[in-house]
């Protein structure tokens, strides 16, 4: 079984500043961390995978400086990571980022299942993982890390 995670990389909420003239988030000069709503999406993916067999394949979509993301998921036994970074990406909202990662998700080869935090803490939306399920005309299943319904999963075929 193929798995993908899809993590995303936010400023650390202990540091976060609103800018008052954008009323945006100012990411300048803010510690990054890795959403803390992926982690149990990488531990449900690092779980199956250790129950099935398979690889599990963590992706993110960000600045170069993601690597760190996804080196912190290697190091907790992740099988691969794939940083899509491009200064094309900057500012891109959640239609285009569910459509960038269902691209590379498509590119990865045959997958069994991708599985996405409930949300991000930056932006709160919860859409980049329905819109994901969406581009790769695939269910979605939104729940908990055990596999419940109530979290955030996108998953292929009946999981």
């Given at each position: ?20 003239e954008t009323n945006t988030l100012v990411r300048q000069g803010v ?15 690092l779980l199956l995978r250790d129950e099935y067999g398979g690889k599990a394949t963590v ?101």
């Amino acid at each position: 079984m193929h798995i993908v995670v899809c993590i995303k990389q936010v400023p650390d909420a202990k540091n976060v500043r609103i800018d008052p003239e954008t009323n945006t988030l100012v990411r300048q000069g803010v510690d990054s961390i890795v959403n803390p709503h992926d982690w149990y999406a990488v531990e449900a993916a690092l779980l199956l995978r250790d129950e099935y067999g398979g690889k599990a394949t963590v992706m993110t979509m960000g600045p170069p400086q993601a690597e760190e993301a996804l080196r912190e998921t290697l190091a907790l036994g992740v099988d691969e990571a794939v940083l899509l970074s491009d200064r094309a990406f900057a500012g891109a909202d959640t239609w285009a980022t569910s459509l960038t990662l269902a691209r590379a998700v498509e590119k990865l080869g045959p997958v069994d299942l991708v599985i996405c935090g409930k949300q991000a803490i930056d932006g709160d939306t919860a859409q980049v993982g329905p819109g994901l399920a969406a581009h790769l005309d695939q269910p979605y299943i939104r729940g908990g890390a055990d596999g419940t319904a109530s979290g955030g999963y996108c998953g292929k075929g009946n999981w």
